[in-house]
């Protein structure tokens, strides 16, 4: 038994889009029908419940009871939850129905979950195609709807997160004190990059995951704004040791990773990947934290998902407080 309740720093809900659609303006009430024809957001070639060997056996659409039940049953001081298909919002086109998307989206997540069960804490979107519409829209959920933090599309995006012109959202993040997290969604582009249902599911993940940390360490944002951290989630840890050595002395004046890490700049979702030893070995315990991915890839328990973590035997008892405990709280600042 562990002796400190534990902080869920990736749940999800699972947003439907008939019900996001009401928080959008009006103007798209008027034609409701026509709008809700097509999906509101872009989506990938990948049916993870299609065909006869479907992933999920159990689906949930998580309500606000349901993670609360989630929350008491895990013993959970807190929860930090994020969108499921509105992670794709960095592949919308039209850059005014991102900006109102993202708005819609934010506005739903406050209503129904957030301001009725204090213990989930709300990372935002941002329509990054409209970077001042992004900076304002940050300010306004950290300010006035009390989220923790944005998600940053790992994917989608016509330019790589650590391209200059993302730089003013770092600024204002910087400022307001919060963090950002890239978390990885499957993308459109994964339609002619592979052949099979279970090699999407590997590599979708990882490799965007990968592209965006190289590009952000060598940009050197962060080097230059001390107070802003990042996550980086949905793919584990296993990647980051190995492209820290590729880096090498190749960083010029930028910072290198164990630098911002020892700055507590950079975060790492602690996955189940079998080098994770190997992983604390080499990254050390203060920038990994425990996802319960709830309610994803069928997991529909919560008790379950703690006592996985709890019992694993690859991770010292020290360390498994720190990764759920102590670095979460620390990370999103609860």
């Not at 009871?65 to 592949?91: C, K, N, S």
């Not at 529909?300 to 709280?329: C, G, H, L, Q, T």
Request: charged share 25%; with cysteine; hydrophobic share 40%.
């Amino acid at each position: 038994m562990h002796d400190w309740k534990m902080i869920d720093a990736d749940g999800h809900i699972r947003e439907v889009e008939e019900d996001v659609f009401e928080y959008l303006p009006d103007y798209y009430k008027a034609r409701r029908e026509a709008v809700m024809y097509f999906p509101l957001l872009p989506h990938h070639g990948w049916h993870r419940q299609a065909g006869r060997e479907g992933i999920g056996r159990s689906f949930l659409i998580p309500t606000l009871q349901d993670w609360q039940q989630a929350l008491d049953i895990g013993e959970l001081e807190a929860a930090v939850i994020y969108p499921t298909r509105f992670m794709h919002i960095g592949q919308v086109g039209m850059t005014d129905f991102a900006v109102d998307l993202s708005k819609a989206y934010n506005d739903y997540l406050h209503d129904r979950f957030l301001r009725h069960e204090p213990r989930l804490k709300g990372m935002a979107i941002l329509p990054m195609q409209d970077v001042p519409a992004a900076v304002a829209e940050l300010r306004r959920v950290v300010k006035d709807l009390g989220m923790v933090g944005a998600v940053l599309p790992a994917d989608g995006l016509p330019r790589p997160l650590g391209h200059p012109e993302f730089h003013p959202v770092y600024e204002e993040a910087n400022r307001l004190g919060c963090m950002l997290a890239v978390h990885s969604q499957n993308s459109l582009r994964n339609n002619d990059l592979f052949m099979y249902r279970g090699e999407a599911a590997t590599l979708a993940h990882v490799w965007p995951q990968m592209r965006q940390f190289t590009n952000f360490m060598f940009s050197g944002i962060l080097g230059r704004l001390p107070d802003l951290k990042i996550a980086f989630l949905e793919a584990g840890c296993g990647w980051v040791p190995y492209l820290m050595s590729k880096m090498g002395n190749r960083m010029g004046e930028a910072l290198p990773p164990a630098k911002l890490i020892e700055r507590g700049q950079i975060y790492f979702q602690c996955g189940e990947e079998m080098t994770t030893g190997r992983d604390l070995e080499l990254l050390g315990d203060e920038c990994l934290f425990w996802a319960s991915d709830f309610p994803h890839e069928g997991i529909v328990s919560m008790k379950k998902a703690v006592e996985e973590f709890v019992e694993r035997n690859d991770i010292p008892e020290a360390a498994k407080r720190k990764i759920s405990y102590d670095n979460p709280k620390k990370l999103y600042r609860l």
